[in-house]
């Protein structure tokens, strides 16, 4: 990927499709040029690991708005991140999460993430796909983002094999997660 540092500096919303492993090892660190990008959308993607998401989502400080669509892991396998720690001090504070059909190697340790740092403390607007023969195991993913977030989200929907749904647009009901 070539970019002017006067386009690096000014982007603002990327969409990467097709993003697969392996890739140039500094790519993290090209990503945290982007020092204005409040947006990023990543479709169909494959990394070794969740630390690589966890990695190019903080390199992004102004982060507002992510995608994350049809994402896995090289191997399904989830892998424990037992001795991987989540600082508060370096990730963006999301507002905007769209979720779909995303692979558990990445999901359980997000959801662990995102349960354990204020990364969706400002998060207003959670959006979730999810296909139907695969609910079980999404419950158990989404039950900590929800129970962590919940008095913050205006806007839930959900989207089982259809069309979304909204499950929740008020304040009154997103608090139901508290």
């Known amino acids: 990927m070539v970019a ?5 500096h000014q982007l603002q919303c990327l969409y990467i499709d097709g993003f697969r492993v392996p890739y140039n090892c500094n ?3 090209f990503m945290s040029r982007f020092s204005q990008l409040s947006h990023l959308t990543l479709h169909s993607f494959i990394l070794y690991s969740f630390v690589e998401l966890h990695r190019i989502i903080c390199a992004l400080p102004s982060l507002l708005d992510l995608e994350l669509h049809s994402g896995s892991t090289a191997s399904e396998a989830i892998v424990h991140h037992d001795g991987l720690r989540f600082t508060p001090r370096n990730h963006p504070h999301l ?4 979720i779909s059909y995303m692979k558990r190697g990445i999901m359980f340790p997000f959801s662990q993430w ?5 990364v969706f403390s400002t998060c207003t ?5 999810i296909r139907n023969d695969a609910l079980e195991g999404w419950v158990t993913y989404f039950r900590p ?5 919940g008095c913050t989200l205006k806007s839930l929907k959900c989207k089982y094999s259809g069309d979304f749904s909204s499950i929740g647009t008020s304040s009154s009901v997103s608090c139901i997660f508290c």
Request: charged letters at 30%; aromatic letters at 8%; proline letters at 0%.
């Open 125 to 129: 607007e959670l959006q979730i796909a």
């Open 114 to 118: 995102v349960a354990s740092t204020d």
């Open 95 to 98: 507002r905007r999460v769209f």
């Open 4 to 8: 002017s540092k006067r386009l690096v």
């Open 145 to 149: 983002i929800l129970e962590h977030i």
């Open 27 to 29: 790519f993290t660190k």
